[in-house]
């Protein structure tokens, strides 16, 4: 969908930069980048590098950016294009398990925002500057996250545990992706980063995003949450900030 986007708009000057956060790297994003097959910039980010310079605490996020290098819209949710999921939901097969049934059903509540969203993404490409949707710089701090002690000890404890998890020292690193999601709560990059690192026996590609406490063994999990736990509790109307001008 994002490579039909930019090939829409790449007559206009637009470029679409991708990067995919995973701690485990290549290992963690090749398989899906190569199906993609993209035609714009395709990046890697081990260390979530840029969740930490630009805020991104969801995905898929955008930051704007414009010819002269200046952020334009600061880190927001970026949903799909509209119609890009057309028709009724597939019928799931039978061997799908529960859990991941119940993420589906969850998954179909969280609100869309994607017809302002392209909507003044491609206003801002017809007319740059002069896009009611381009903000001054003013602006982009003031709707910036500001970034106080807590958070950045977050990210700090973050960065720690993902060169542990590199390093091979996976138990050491779940005590500091525990102080991550403690001090920077909003950030479902930090818990959906940790929770796919667990290894479950599970099904197929969907394996490192349904993974959480087992009913039968709890115990057996080391973090509070799951996706499908987090969002029962926080609510889906609340997975991501909603879109605003």
């Not at 290992?27 to 199906?35: D, K, L, N, P, T």
Request: charge should be negative; charged fraction near 25%; hydrophobic fraction near 40%.
């Amino acid at each position: 969908m994002w490579q039909a986007l930019r090939n829409e708009l790449a007559p206009a000057g637009f470029e679409l930069v991708t990067v995919g956060l995973d701690t485990l790297g290549a290992e963690g994003c090749r398989q899906f980048i190569e199906a993609a097959r993209p035609e714009h910039p395709s990046l890697i980010d081990q260390y979530h590098k840029l969740a930490d310079a630009f805020g991104v605490i969801n995905i898929p996020s955008s930051v704007w950016i414009d010819e002269q290098g200046m952020i334009v819209r600061p880190a927001e949710v970026a949903p799909a294009a509209p119609g890009s999921r057309s028709g009724p939901p597939p019928r799931l097969p039978p061997e799908i398990p529960e859990r991941l049934r119940n993420i589906m059903q969850e998954a179909v509540k969280i609100p869309d925002d994607s017809a302002v969203y392209h909507a003044a993404l491609r206003d801002w490409v017809q007319k740059g500057s002069d896009s009611d949707f381009a903000m001054a710089p003013d602006e982009v701090i003031a709707r910036s996250r500001p970034r106080d002690e807590n958070r950045s000890l977050g990210h700090a404890h973050f960065e720690l545990a993902s060169a542990l998890e590199v390093a091979g020292q996976h138990d050491a690193a779940i005590q500091h992706f525990r102080e991550a999601h403690r001090l920077v709560p909003e950030s479902w990059t930090f818990r959906r980063q940790a929770w796919s690192l667990e290894r479950v026996e599970a099904a197929g590609s969907f394996a490192r995003f349904w993974q959480g406490p087992k009913p039968d063994d709890p115990e057996s999990w080391p973090y509070d949450g799951g996706w499908l736990e987090d969002i029962r509790r926080e609510g889906a109307e609340n997975y991501n900030e909603r879109w605003r001008p």
